[in-house]
T-cell receptor
């Protein structure tokens, strides 16, 4: 069964600290996609990244980086030099071939609080 | 930049009443979705829709729910007889293509059932 686990419910850091949000997934499919979405206090869901199961290269986008490791079924997200504006709930999500990629299965989210 | 819009932003209703939540997907998108998020919990898939048909639905999407694309722009979610546990944020999303493409989410409609 498809499942996404974000074990960290809430993380508090001080501005400029680095922080890593963990995501562990379960799937029986060999072809799947992983996503990260950000939900700021205003409530909307903002797409951050998509990664397919055949591409294990790490990705960096500005202060954001993602570490995908199939061996541990993890897709962790690191924010470098965090800022107050990074405060939000971050969701990891999975999409599989078996469901025709028709749906995203979300984790429970990690609330990140960045204080000045 | 094109975006998904949803109306209303907040809907308050009495238990047992019917509600219709409206969404305008991005104009060239062909795949549409509804998700819900009960306060403080994770986002859950409800239904996907393509070519005027439901493609997939979750266990949550029972007979009380229906979706429709009444015209070329709107995509609606109807709850026939609301229950207290239907109180949640409902997100509409759309994607241009089939497959695991980015789903663009609307800002959500907060539904409160009293």
């Amino acid at each position: 069964a498809q499942k996404v686990t974000q074990a960290q419910t809430e993380i508090s850091v001080v501005e400029k600290e680095d922080v890593t949000l963990d995501c562990v997934y379960e799937t029986r499919d060999t072809t799947y996609y992983l996503f990260w979405y950000k939900q700021p206090p205003s409530g909307e869901l903002v797409f951050l990244i998509r990664r397919n199961s055949f591409d294990e290269q790490n990705e960096i986008s500005g202060r954001y980086s993602w570490n995908f490791q199939k061996s541990t079924s993890s897709f962790n997200f690191t924010i470098t030099a965090s800022q107050v504006v990074d405060s939000a709930v971050y969701f990891c999500a999975l999409s599989e071939t078996m469901t025709g990629f028709q749906k995203l299965v979300f984790g429970t989210g990690t609330r990140l609080l960045v204080s000045p | 930049e094109p975006e998904v819009t949803q109306t209303p932003s907040h809907q308050v209703t009495q238990m047992g009443q019917e509600v219709i939540l409206r969404c305008v997907p991005i104009s060239n998108h062909l795949y549409f979705y509804w998700y819900r998020q009960i306060l403080g919990q994770k986002v859950e898939f409800l239904v996907s829709f393509y070519n005027n048909e439901i493609s997939e639905k979750s266990e949550i999407f029972d007979d009380q729910f229906s979706v429709e694309r009444p015209d070329g722009s709107n995509f609606t979610l109807k709850i026939r007889s609301t229950k207290l546990e239907d109180s949640a944020m409902y997100f509409c999303a759309s994607s241009e293509l089939a497959g695991p493409n980015e789903q663009f989410f609307g800002p959500g409609t907060r539904l409160t059932v009293l």
